[in-house]
Protein backbone atom coordinates (compact mmCIF):
# COMPACT_ATOMS: atom_id res chain seq x y z
CA UNK A 1 0.00 0.00 0.00
CA UNK A 2 1.36 3.50 -1.59
CA UNK A 3 1.64 5.43 1.79
CA UNK A 4 2.95 8.94 2.63
CA UNK A 5 3.90 10.33 5.77
CA UNK A 6 4.08 13.69 8.06
CA UNK A 7 4.40 14.33 11.38
CA UNK A 8 0.88 15.43 12.67
CA UNK A 9 2.41 18.33 15.11
CA UNK A 10 1.65 21.26 16.40
CA UNK A 11 4.88 22.14 15.06
CA UNK A 12 5.24 25.94 16.42
CA UNK A 13 7.86 28.29 15.61
CA UNK A 14 8.12 31.96 16.31
CA UNK A 15 7.02 34.47 13.52
CA UNK A 16 10.43 35.82 11.64
CA UNK A 17 11.57 32.17 11.85
CA UNK A 18 11.46 29.20 9.06
CA UNK A 19 9.18 26.38 9.36
CA UNK A 20 10.39 23.24 7.99
CA UNK A 21 7.59 20.48 6.98
CA UNK A 22 8.87 16.81 6.03
CA UNK A 23 7.29 14.38 4.22
CA UNK A 24 8.18 10.72 3.21
CA UNK A 25 6.66 8.61 0.57
CA UNK A 26 7.01 4.70 -0.03
CA UNK A 27 6.38 4.47 -3.38
CA UNK A 28 9.77 5.02 -5.40
CA UNK A 29 7.74 5.17 -8.62
CA UNK A 30 6.53 8.62 -7.94
CA UNK A 31 6.56 11.22 -10.39
CA UNK A 32 4.89 14.28 -8.76
CA UNK A 33 4.80 15.53 -5.38
CA UNK A 34 2.52 18.78 -4.14
CA UNK A 35 2.21 20.73 -0.77
CA UNK A 36 -1.38 22.00 0.58
CA UNK A 37 -2.06 24.80 3.03
CA UNK A 38 -5.44 23.98 4.66
CA UNK A 39 -6.61 27.04 6.63
CA UNK A 40 -9.40 25.44 9.47
CA UNK A 41 -12.76 25.06 8.25
CA UNK A 42 -11.80 25.48 4.34
CA UNK A 43 -10.46 23.19 1.39
CA UNK A 44 -6.64 22.62 0.41
CA UNK A 45 -5.13 25.08 -1.46
CA UNK A 46 -2.22 23.98 -3.67
CA UNK A 47 0.96 26.10 -2.92
CA UNK A 48 3.76 24.31 -4.35
CA UNK A 49 4.44 21.73 -6.86
CA UNK A 50 7.81 19.84 -7.41
CA UNK A 51 8.62 16.98 -9.91
CA UNK A 52 12.54 17.26 -10.02
CA UNK A 53 15.06 16.29 -7.64
CA UNK A 54 16.35 20.02 -5.47
CA UNK A 55 15.00 23.11 -4.66
CA UNK A 56 12.05 25.00 -5.83
CA UNK A 57 11.39 28.81 -4.82
CA UNK A 58 8.46 30.39 -4.95
CA UNK A 59 8.72 33.84 -2.79
CA UNK A 60 8.85 32.79 1.07
CA UNK A 61 7.93 28.84 0.19
CA UNK A 62 10.79 26.52 -0.79
CA UNK A 63 9.92 22.84 -2.07
CA UNK A 64 12.58 20.79 -1.56
CA UNK A 65 12.89 16.70 -3.11
CA UNK A 66 15.23 13.95 -2.72
CA UNK A 67 13.81 10.85 -4.70
CA UNK A 68 16.60 8.63 -3.45
CA UNK A 69 15.63 9.27 -0.02
CA UNK A 70 12.11 9.42 -1.05
CA UNK A 71 11.58 12.55 1.12
CA UNK A 72 9.88 16.17 0.17
CA UNK A 73 10.03 19.18 1.98
CA UNK A 74 8.67 22.27 2.56
CA UNK A 75 10.35 25.78 4.24
CA UNK A 76 8.67 28.51 4.57
CA UNK A 77 10.93 31.97 5.33
CA UNK A 78 9.62 34.66 7.30
CA UNK A 79 6.62 33.01 9.07
CA UNK A 80 3.81 34.63 9.77
CA UNK A 81 0.70 34.24 11.97
CA UNK A 82 -0.93 34.20 8.55
CA UNK A 83 1.14 31.02 7.75
CA UNK A 84 -0.93 29.13 10.74
CA UNK A 85 -2.81 25.82 9.14
CA UNK A 86 -2.42 22.29 8.48
CA UNK A 87 -0.10 21.66 5.67
CA UNK A 88 -0.33 18.32 3.62
CA UNK A 89 1.87 16.46 1.26
CA UNK A 90 0.78 14.94 -1.48
CA UNK A 91 1.93 12.50 -4.02
CA UNK A 92 1.25 11.66 -7.37
CA UNK A 93 2.40 7.96 -8.80
CA UNK A 94 -0.66 6.58 -11.09
CA UNK A 95 -3.04 8.04 -8.18
CA UNK A 96 -3.02 10.60 -5.70
CA UNK A 97 -1.97 9.82 -1.72
CA UNK A 98 -2.27 12.55 0.55
CA UNK A 99 -0.18 12.42 3.91
CA UNK A 100 -2.13 13.13 7.33
CA UNK A 101 -0.41 16.71 7.24
CA UNK A 102 1.66 18.67 9.80
CA UNK A 103 -0.05 21.75 11.93
CA UNK A 104 1.83 24.94 11.75
CA UNK A 105 1.25 27.63 14.32
CA UNK A 106 3.50 30.88 13.84
CA UNK A 107 3.31 32.56 16.83
CA UNK A 108 3.39 36.33 17.00
CA UNK B 1 -6.32 26.72 -12.22
CA UNK B 2 -9.43 25.58 -12.71
CA UNK B 3 -12.77 27.44 -10.62
CA UNK B 4 -14.53 24.81 -8.73
CA UNK B 5 -17.83 25.47 -7.09
CA UNK B 6 -19.93 22.84 -4.88
CA UNK B 7 -23.77 23.31 -3.73
CA UNK B 8 -24.86 23.29 -1.19
CA UNK B 9 -21.95 24.64 0.63
CA UNK B 10 -23.69 23.34 4.17
CA UNK B 11 -26.50 21.42 5.53
CA UNK B 12 -28.13 19.47 8.02
CA UNK B 13 -29.83 16.62 7.60
CA UNK B 14 -31.90 14.19 9.45
CA UNK B 15 -30.95 10.38 9.85
CA UNK B 16 -32.01 8.15 6.85
CA UNK B 17 -32.31 10.37 4.63
CA UNK B 18 -30.57 11.72 1.07
CA UNK B 19 -28.07 14.31 0.28
CA UNK B 20 -27.14 14.84 -3.10
CA UNK B 21 -24.03 17.50 -3.99
CA UNK B 22 -23.30 19.22 -7.18
CA UNK B 23 -19.94 20.03 -8.22
CA UNK B 24 -19.48 22.43 -11.25
CA UNK B 25 -16.02 23.24 -13.04
CA UNK B 26 -15.42 26.44 -15.33
CA UNK B 27 -13.32 24.14 -18.23
CA UNK B 28 -13.64 20.65 -19.18
CA UNK B 29 -11.26 18.30 -17.05
CA UNK B 30 -11.07 14.28 -17.43
CA UNK B 31 -10.14 13.82 -14.25
CA UNK B 32 -12.90 14.53 -11.00
CA UNK B 33 -12.68 13.34 -7.63
CA UNK B 34 -14.78 13.19 -4.61
CA UNK B 35 -13.27 13.15 -1.28
CA UNK B 36 -14.24 13.30 2.78
CA UNK B 37 -12.80 14.51 5.56
CA UNK B 38 -14.33 14.32 8.62
CA UNK B 39 -12.90 16.85 11.84
CA UNK B 40 -9.37 16.84 12.49
CA UNK B 41 -8.63 13.98 9.61
CA UNK B 42 -6.80 14.07 6.40
CA UNK B 43 -8.92 13.17 3.18
CA UNK B 44 -10.03 10.34 1.96
CA UNK B 45 -10.43 9.55 -1.48
CA UNK B 46 -14.20 8.26 -1.95
CA UNK B 47 -14.35 7.72 -6.11
CA UNK B 48 -13.25 8.80 -9.60
CA UNK B 49 -15.92 10.19 -11.30
CA UNK B 50 -15.99 8.76 -14.70
CA UNK B 51 -17.46 10.67 -17.50
CA UNK B 52 -20.30 8.17 -19.17
CA UNK B 53 -19.53 5.63 -17.12
CA UNK B 54 -19.92 4.36 -13.43
CA UNK B 55 -17.63 5.87 -10.60
CA UNK B 56 -14.47 4.00 -9.51
CA UNK B 57 -14.91 3.74 -5.48
CA UNK B 58 -12.60 2.87 -3.51
CA UNK B 59 -12.17 0.72 -0.56
CA UNK B 60 -14.65 1.01 1.70
CA UNK B 61 -17.28 3.05 -0.12
CA UNK B 62 -20.14 1.33 -2.10
CA UNK B 63 -22.36 3.15 -5.18
CA UNK B 64 -25.67 2.14 -3.09
CA UNK B 65 -23.99 4.41 -0.26
CA UNK B 66 -22.65 7.09 -2.32
CA UNK B 67 -24.21 6.92 -5.52
CA UNK B 68 -21.91 9.88 -8.43
CA UNK B 69 -23.43 10.63 -11.74
CA UNK B 70 -20.50 12.46 -14.34
CA UNK B 71 -23.02 13.70 -17.29
CA UNK B 72 -20.44 16.10 -18.97
CA UNK B 73 -17.06 17.14 -18.50
CA UNK B 74 -17.64 20.09 -16.42
CA UNK B 75 -20.16 18.65 -14.00
CA UNK B 76 -20.85 16.03 -11.05
CA UNK B 77 -22.62 14.97 -8.10
CA UNK B 78 -22.16 13.20 -5.05
CA UNK B 79 -25.16 11.73 -3.01
CA UNK B 80 -25.14 10.76 0.51
CA UNK B 81 -27.79 8.29 0.88
CA UNK B 82 -29.47 6.69 4.15
CA UNK B 83 -27.44 9.23 6.24
CA UNK B 84 -26.36 8.32 9.53
CA UNK B 85 -24.23 10.85 12.18
CA UNK B 86 -21.19 8.81 10.90
CA UNK B 87 -21.59 10.55 7.89
CA UNK B 88 -21.19 14.23 9.18
CA UNK B 89 -17.99 15.27 7.51
CA UNK B 90 -16.87 17.90 4.85
CA UNK B 91 -17.10 16.48 1.17
CA UNK B 92 -14.75 17.80 -1.51
CA UNK B 93 -14.84 17.79 -5.28
CA UNK B 94 -11.82 18.14 -6.56
CA UNK B 95 -9.97 18.03 -10.42
CA UNK B 96 -6.93 17.36 -11.59
CA UNK B 97 -6.02 20.15 -14.53
CA UNK B 98 -3.21 21.27 -16.70
CA UNK B 99 -0.14 19.58 -18.03
CA UNK B 100 1.73 19.61 -14.71
CA UNK B 101 -1.82 17.45 -13.44
CA UNK B 102 -2.50 19.42 -10.25
CA UNK B 103 -4.94 18.68 -8.44
CA UNK B 104 -7.24 21.85 -6.92
CA UNK B 105 -10.20 21.51 -4.87
CA UNK B 106 -13.79 22.94 -4.55
CA UNK B 107 -14.74 24.74 -1.49
CA UNK B 108 -16.21 21.74 0.49
CA UNK B 109 -19.61 21.11 1.75
CA UNK B 110 -20.21 20.61 5.40
CA UNK B 111 -22.74 18.30 6.30
CA UNK B 112 -24.25 17.59 9.47
CA UNK B 113 -26.29 14.46 10.22
CA UNK B 114 -28.69 14.32 13.32
Known amino acids: QKEVEQNSGPLSVPEGAIASLNCTYS??????FFWYRQYSGKSPELIMSIYSNGDKEDGRFTAQLNKASQYVSLLIRDSQPSDSATYLCAVNSQNFVFGPGTRLSVLP | SAVISQKPSRDICQRGTSLTIQCQVDSQVTMMFWYRQQPGQSLTLIATANQGSEATYESGFVIDKFPISRPNLTFSTLTVSNMSPEDSSIYLC???????????FGPGTRLTVT
Open chain 2, 94 to 104: SVVWGRALEQY
Open chain 1, 27 to 32: DRVSQS
